[in-house]
Nanobody, 122 residues
Framework: QVQLVESGGGLVQAGGSLRLSCAASGRTFSNYAMGWFRQAPGKEREFVIGINWSGGRIYYAESVKGRFTISRVNAKKTVYLQMNSLKPEDTAVYYC???????????????WGQGTQVTVSS
């Protein structure tokens, strides 16, 4: 069992940066790939970025390549999402997830956090 708590969301101007954190509880954090999804109003939840258990491989959605990156510190049971060059279309609720890397280089989540709002103003 893994519980996830996100933090770091907020309001930022276009072109700015924001870092989200996701703190996990449970003893098996390092067994899981981690990632972030987002859901904008009226849209389906979509995969954003993922990282394998060791941190050695990162998987990106095309829309965030070159702007977002993810990292993890297994000793702290924490994963980070660094978002740079933010755009208004990045506005969404961002969800941390734990799971496995699936075909198509996406994260198949087993556990979800409660979400944190990111709003990018133009």
């Amino acid at each position: 069992q893994v519980q996830l708590v996100e933090s770091g969301g907020g309001l930022v101007q276009a072109g700015g940066s924001l870092r989200l954190s996701c703190a996990a509880s449970g003893r098996t954090f390092s067994n899981y790939a981690m990632g972030w999804f987002r859901q904008a109003p009226g849209k389906e939840r979509e995969f954003v970025i993922g990282i394998n258990w060791s941190g050695g491989r990162i998987y990106y959605a095309e829309s965030v390549k070159g702007r977002f990156t993810i990292s993890r510190v297994n000793a702290k049971k924490t994963v980070y999402l660094q978002m740079n060059s933010l755009k208004p279309e990045d506005t969404a609720v961002y969800y941390c997830a734990a799971g496995q890397i699936a075909s198509g280089a996406r994260l198949a989540p087993d556990y979800w956090g409660q979400g944190t709002q990111v709003t990018v103003s133009s």
